[in-house]
């Protein structure tokens, strides 16, 4: 039998893979340029026994995402920059009390206001920084239609696997264009569900570190009875002010993901082989460098191109290794050099940096990129 194919915007395509993942929750604030997940969200729920609810704003959305992830329910919202940014502080109360849910961010013009209906790739900051104290960070920043519905069921995938928000962040361009997608069929794509407890609730405790660094986590209503709280606490859920287990419960906390990066990183390696010159690029932006990278070539110009998927860990040893044999790398992005501190940071000055930067609302068009490359040839 042939697979189903449609002719879909990105964030139906968003919608749909949150479907195809479990999701059965929905809680969110209309933000352009998002809203078209939580109207796609709000008309196929109910089909499948899900629950959708337009919340009062978007600190009171997240709070009710927290508050399904916990009655052990696949929880999404969707919003933009504002939006995140009055999200942070109980993202940061998911990280703490290490609740699975899914932030799906259309990132547009900033900050404050910005530029509701323009492209941006500025909140990638956010995603790791944005709500205070240490805390683990998963990003995923896709590139097509097919794509944002493939890396959604991963968001979810990592975030029932590591008990913690994950936030996927197509840029307007991507969320909005239209491109032919190919729906896989139900089995075709992993699904992870959390690992529920193997003790009984009597012995159970809700931050137990002798099962490893995500310890398994019940569900509200199963006669299962744990306290969530967000103060630095012990592992039947209690505050405590007692410096080494803050301090080893914070640093687990940061663990579960960065131990594991070589399983959530995720990226694209294209032309890179002999590559003298390589675009590190994300999301639209990628796009404009492929083709720049082709045109490139036939001009004799050894370019390539290493595509982030995966934005928070960052592929830190892929890029080190990388600066070791190449003459440059160009770094194009719709902000004002975020990514660009980053890959700097990484490499340790083994290879020269040059930016690309447009904050205007246009896009970042491949023959800006061709340009910068025959520039640093």
């Known amino acids: 039998m042939a697979k189903k194919v449609a002719f879909m915007q990105g964030n139906e395509a968003g919608a749909h893979g949150a ?53 052990g329910t696949k929880a999404l919202t969707s919003t933009s920059g504002p939006g995140f940014s009055l999200k942070q502080e109980n993202i940061g109360y998911a990280c703490i009390t290490e609740v699975p849910c899914v932030i799906f961010n259309v990132m547009r013009g900033g900050p404050s206001t910005g530029m509701p209906t323009g492209p941006s790739q500025s909140d990638i900051m956010s995603a790791k920084w944005g709500t205070h104290g240490d805390h683990p960070a998963i990003c995923l920043v896709p590139a097509s239609v097919q794509e944002i519905f493939e890396e959604t069921v991963r968001a979810f995938n990592l975030s029932e696997k590591y008990r913690t928000p994950v936030t996927i962040m197509p840029d307007e ?31 159970y405790k809700p931050y137990d570190t002798s099962f490893g660094d995500v310890p398994p986590l019940a569900a509200f209503g199963t006669n299962y009875r744990f306290h969530v709280t967000g103060l630095n606490k012990m592992e039947d859920g209690f505050p405590t002010t007692k410096a080494a287990i803050v301090q080893a419960e914070e640093e687990r906390q940061v663990r579960k993901v960065e131990a594991n990066a070589d399983d959530i990183i995720k990226y694209e390696e294209y032309l890179m082989d002999d590559a003298d010159i390589v ?99």
Request: net charge positive; hydrophobic share 45%; proline share 8%.
């Open 19 to 71: 479907l195809y993942a479990g999701c059965k929750f929905f809680a969110g604030y209309p933000i352009t340029p998002s809203t078209e997940v939580a109207e796609v969200m709000s008309a196929e729920l109910p089909k499948v026994g899900g629950k959708f609810i337009q919340m009062e704003d978007e600190i009171g959305a997240m709070a009710a995402l927290i508050g399904a992830s916990l009655t």
């Open 173 to 203: 361009i991507v969320a909005h264009m239209r491109e032919r997608i190919v729906f896989p069929e139900p089995g075709e794509l992993e699904v992870i569900n959390r690992t529920a407890p193997s003790v009984p609730p009597e012995k």
């Open 279 to 377: 675009v590190v690029a994300f999301g639209s932006t990628s796009r404009s460098a492929r083709f720049a990278v082709n045109e490139a070539r036939k001009q004799g110009i050894k370019a390539g191109l290493f595509r982030l998927i995966t934005f928070w860990p960052f592929p830190e040893k892929q890029l080190l290794a990388l600066s070791k044999k190449v003459k440059a790398f160009i770094t194009p992005e719709m902000n004002l050099g975020m990514c660009t501190g980053v890959v700097k940071g990484c490499i340790e000055g083994n290879a020269p940096v040059h930016g690309i930067f447009r904050v205007d609302g246009e896009p970042i068009n491949p023959g800006q990129i061709l340009d910068k490359m025959k520039e640093v040839k």
